[in-house]
Nanobody
Framework: QVQLVESGGGLVQAGGSLRLSCAAS????????MGWFRQAPGKEREFAAA????????VYADSVKGRFTISRDNAKNTVYLQMNSLKPEDTAVYYC????????????????WGQGTQVTVSS
């Protein structure tokens, strides 16, 4: 299987920035599409961004488009989520996920998940 470990979460004021990292290990990384999801208390887990195996194709939720950037460094087995212009509604636990195949917005289509990292944006 694939193991995923997120890092980089924390507390930031509205308008600030954070960069999340997801370190991958296991049987494969470069063949996987990667995604970032987030979940706030009392809400369903929602899609934020995804990237294909080469890093040349990305997709974003409308709620983060223009503010977040997903990228990957296959040499380091790491995927990133650069978050700019953060808003209080971005507050959530952020999860890294991996799947075989192309990008997908659906959490049900992902095979492997990290433990999550907390992001809190104050007003």
């Amino acid at each position: 299987q694939v193991q995923l470990v997120e890092s980089g979460g924390g507390l930031v004021q509205a308008g600030g920035s954070l960069r999340l990292s997801c370190a991958a290990s296991g049987r494969t990384f470069s063949s996987n599409a990667m995604g970032w999801f987030r979940q706030a208390p009392g809400k369903e887990r929602e899609f934020a961004a995804a990237i294909n195996w080469s890093g040349r194709s990305t997709v974003y939720a409308d709620s983060v488009k223009g503010r977040f950037t997903i990228s990957r460094d296959n040499a380091k087995n790491t995927v990133y989520l650069q978050m700019n212009s953060l808003k209080p509604e971005d507050t959530a636990v952020y999860y890294c996920a991996a799947r075989v195949g192309g990008t997908s917005w659906s959490a049900y289509s992902y095979d492997y998940w990290g433990q999550g990292t907390q992001v809190t944006v104050s007003s």
